[in-house]
């Protein structure tokens, strides 16, 4: 288990090593990097692309100060500043759904300053109902008739049905790996979980089922001594991968991490797409039917006497009763609008139902860990 746990790592380490070797492999591969979240790498996949999804890097921010503003967050200033230190250079075409203004205005500057041969922005409804569902499914089939011309090749039904359940498998693996860390945190600590769920989306995703299927088959029944420790869920950092010292470091103060909400986990496998029927409307189903996220908006919220609605918070808690977890650490990333504005309706229910939370504010690559330390013990010791 722990050699494919470091596999696992390797690849986020060397995010792009992988791709780059599949694309050398045979000519006319092409590989596409995906802005998160969401975008819709099945139907890369189905047209023969690789799809890679573009995290930045850990690296102090040199470049991507001077393109940006400085209240950009994490996420979008680092991946800019890959972007010009020459770490895309091997991608054929960039893809993203703009998730917020944040994603769109940076794209806007990307496509002025380094035009790829393939870029493609998805247009996602804020508002997910109904009324916005026509939309949504022309989106789609813009998609596929783009990436078409592109690879010059028909995206036949067939083949997106095929993607469809070679994700759909990644998902339920991770889904129960994840089952299984929830019952016996010990077993994988939430930096493993987090590179295991990432590594999926740098790499063939037939090469990590693989992996994933031996993974999940080494996994022994020994109770580990961690699995006595607190549990807690842990969520925020939205489109950031989290930074594995900073999961290490609450683990280490005595807390297990035995859920989450991040793109680079809980978030990214907790909803399957249908394999039948018209693939179209099974991904408009998918965007519908995800779990809440503070990206969307939802109409109720904000309104007089709903002004506390938060279905946001309802899934959080409900994340908790489900693990009987102990309370939540809570990652708000620097500058991430989406989130800061949930938070304050997620801080009241938390409050209200006396349920124990940590809230840190995160900038990946600066700030003291020290100081984040001091508030993990303090908060142990409340518990
Ligand atoms: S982390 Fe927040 S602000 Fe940054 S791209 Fe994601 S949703 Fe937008």
């Known amino acids: 288990m722990e050699k494919i746990l470091d596999k696992f790592k390797e690849f986020c380490m060397q995010p792009y ?40 890097s850990d690296e102090p921010i040199t470049m991507g100060e001077h393109h940006l503003m400085n209240n950009a967050c994490h996420q979008v200033r680092s991946t800019f500043d890959s972007l010009l230190k020459g770490k895309y250079d091997f991608l054929d075409g960039v893809a993203a759904l703009h998730v917020c203004d944040q994603v769109r205005f940076f794209l806007e500057v990307w496509q002025l300053d380094h035009p790829f041969p393939f870029f493609h922005e998805m247009w996602r409804p804020y508002r997910l109902d109904n009324t916005n ?38 998902r339920y693996m991770m889904r129960k790996l994840n089952d299984i860390r929830r019952e016996r945190p010990g077993i994988i600590s939430a930096s493993d979980m987090v590179c295991t769920v990432t590594s999926s989306m740098l790499i063939p995703r037939e090469e990590h089922n693989q992996l994933l299927r031996e993974l999940l088959s080494r996994i022994d029944n020994v109770l580990t001594p961690e699995d006595q420790r607190f549990k807690m869920v842990i969520i925020g950092h939205l489109c950031d991968a989290p930074d594995e010292g ?5 683990e280490n103060e005595g807390l297990s991490l035995i859920d989450d909400d991040f793109i680079t986990g809980g978030r990214y496998y907790a909803v399957d797409v249908n394999p039948d029927g018209d693939p179209i409307e099974s991904f408009a189903d998918y965007y519908m039917n995800m779990i809440p996220c503070t990206t969307y908006h939802y109409v109720d919220c904000w309104r007089g006497d709903s002004d506390k609605y938060s279905p946001y918070a309802d899934y959080t808690i409900d994340m908790l009763k489900k693990g009987q977890a ?24 938390l409050k209200e139902e006396n349920i124990p939370f940590l809230a840190l504010f995160i900038e990946k690559g600066s700030g003291s860990m020290e100081a984040v330390r001091t508030r993990v013990q303090a908060f142990v010791e409340t518990l």
């Not at 083949?159 to 498998?169: D, P, V």
């Not at 650490?329 to 304050?344: G, H, K, N, Q, T």
């Open 17 to 56: 090593d992988r791709a780059v070797e599949w694309k050398d492999a045979e000519p006319n591969r092409k590989v596409i990097g995906c802005i998160p979240m969401y975008f819709p790498e099945e139907i890369l996949h189905a047209a023969g692309v690789l799809p890679v999804t573009l995290y930045g």
């Open 133 to 170: 569902r026509p939309f949504l499914t022309s989106e789609l089939k813009r998609l596929i008739s783009h990436l078409e011309s592109f690879t010059g090749t028909e995206i036949t039904i067939e083949a997106i049905r095929n993607s469809i359940g070679i994700y759909n498998e990644s």
């Open 246 to 250: 900073l999961l290490n470091l609450i």
């Open 326 to 349: 102990a309370g939540i650490v809570i990652l708000r990333a620097m500058y991430c609008d989406p989130f800061d504005m949930e938070f304050v309706l997620l801080r009241e229910r």
